[in-house]
């Protein structure tokens, strides 16, 4: 018989409530549906809105059924239409007509808008740990790099000289505005939507500064209507999340590229590798492109949140019940990718030989060819246009600009001469580039101080 069997002179059909139900994803929410049943039990007994007596019965009553479903002595039924009803259920079945009393001015929405709150709120410590533990492994390897020369690139084609440390310390820096990011999303979360009720608050003389701040909470939300029908925090968060997969699939595509043959920058441990069931040469950055694959379906859950939502009246619609799987989802998986890909990173093998020989060609110190000539008074149009000539007459006679000899640089200005070649050195190119974030090791070494400084204020 349903809760609400009064209004009804029939049960409800087996497939709607097949269909309504959510406790097979909700019921992960127990501890913190507990949490908040207790918080309010706890008002509603120093307010006079129940006796005390009937609160601490319900309080010590919902402590019984937490401790039971954490040892698993107590299982769920899979036919409750969700989390809330359960443990609502199961109370009453054990203290009567005082367990009755424990939805006095209360109702699901609010209690629901609460229990993803405390949820999130929760999960996005475990979440933004992960973060900072991976910004930390990248710094520890950035360290040992700070000389290790590589190319840098846009379009894909080598650009300037870069070396392995800048490189890896740009997602640090990424990972650094994700866990800021997540931080600003649960602090602006922080606000308790209990007491809001259905949606128009309670004619019982509740006190919601107290639950929300025996919650844990900042403030209570402003407006009852808003406390059930907000879902901003849930789709910011999932944005959060989407960006920081974005940020590690970026870091797995070049990783896929820095494994290949092609690049063979790094090789990843045997351990975080996979084969192939028929070429037997073959050594797959699965982890990788699993992440790469895994930020589409973050995204998508981004996507279903901002799309439930988009068309819904005010106050609370069931359409809402549709955040959870979405939310859940996107926390899962990228903690899931974190987990997976920190000691992939960790026991990755850099192969700085690869990265210096692929820096030797290319001619990523062009630039400095033109530079050289620049610091020599020659304006920097004509100067590219020289060193543009130079390189075309290289490639020509496959050379490099280390290897081209001086009377052909002298034929196109007397202003080469012989400190040219320590000009376009790759070791002076890369300690040369020593403004603030640049590529040299002073520089990066600056970089590293300061990052590490900020990871630590945010841990
Ligand atoms: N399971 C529901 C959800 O997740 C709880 C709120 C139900 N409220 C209601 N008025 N039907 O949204």
């Not at 690139?153 to 440390?165: E, G, I, M, W």
């Not at 402003?222 to 940020?247: K, P, Q, W, Y």
């Not at 359409?319 to 987990?339: G, R, S, V, Y």
Request: aromatic share 8%; net charge negative.
């Amino acid at each position: 018989m349903a809760l609400w069997a009064g209004r009804f002179s029939k049960e409800v059909d087996e497939t709607v409530n097949a269909f309504n139900s959510s406790i097979a994803f909700d019921a992960r929410m127990y501890r913190q549906d507990i949490q908040g049943s207790i918080a309010h039990a706890t008002m509603l007994g120093k307010c006079g809105i129940i006796q005390e007596s009937e609160s601490e019965a319900i309080i010590a009553g919902l402590r019984e059924i937490l401790e039971e479903i954490d040892t698993g002595k107590l299982i769920f039924d899979p036919n409750a239409e969700d989390i809330h009803m359960f443990i609502e259920a199961e109370l009453t079945k054990r203290l009567g007509a005082t367990g009755k009393r424990l939805h006095t001015a209360r109702s699901r929405n609010d209690q629901v808008a609460l229990d993803i709150r405390l949820y999130l709120r929760d999960e996005m410590q475990e979440v933004r740990k992960l973060v900072l533990t991976l910004a930390e492994t990248v710094c520890e390897i950035a360290q040992f790099h700070t000389e290790t020369i590589m190319p840098g690139y846009t379009h894909l084609q080598r650009a300037q000289p870069v070396t392995f440390a800048h490189h890896l310390l740009t997602y640090a820096q990424m990972l650094k505005r994700d866990c800021e990011r997540i931080d600003d999303a649960v602090d602006r979360m922080n606000e308790c939507p209990l007491g809001s009720g259905a949606l128009a608050g309670t004619t019982y003389p509740i006190d919601r500064h107290m639950t929300a701040e025996l919650l844990g909470f900042r403030q209570p939300v402003a407006n009852s209507l808003d406390g059930v029908s907000d879902r901003d925090f849930c789709i910011e968060i999932c944005c959060a999340l989407s960006i920081l997969m974005t940020h590690l699939s970026r870091f797995s595509e070049e990783i896929i590229l820095w494994c290949s043959w092609e690049f063979k920058f790094i090789e990843l441990d045997d351990a975080y590798a996979t084969g192939s069931s028929i070429m037997p040469q073959k050594k797959n950055p699965d982890v990788t492109e699993l992440i790469r694959g895994k930020t589409g379906r973050v995204n998508g859950d981004l996507m279903t949140l901002l799309s439930m939502m988009k068309g819904l009246p005010l106050a609370y619609n069931k359409d809402m019940q549709e955040d959870k799987e979405a939310i859940f989802d996107a926390i899962d998986n990228t903690e899931l990718c974190l987990k997976t890909f920190i000691p992939m990173l960790k026991t990755m093998r850099v192969l700085k030989e690869n990265m210096r020989n692929a820096a030797a060609r290319g001619f990523i110190n062009a630039t400095d060819c033109a530079d050289y000539l620049v610091k020599k008074g020659m304006p920097f149009r004509d100067a590219y246009k020289i060193t543009g000539t130079l390189v075309a007459e290289c490639i020509q006679k496959n050379l490099t600009l280390e290897t081209l000899p001086l009377e052909n640089y002298q034929t196109m200005t007397e202003l080469f001469t012989e400190d040219i070649y320590q000009a376009i050195n790759l070791d002076t190119c890369v300690r040369e580039r020593c403004s603030y974030g640049a590529p040299s090791p002073e520089s990066v070494q600056k970089q590293l101080q300061e990052l590490r400084d900020d990871l630590d204020w945010l841990k």
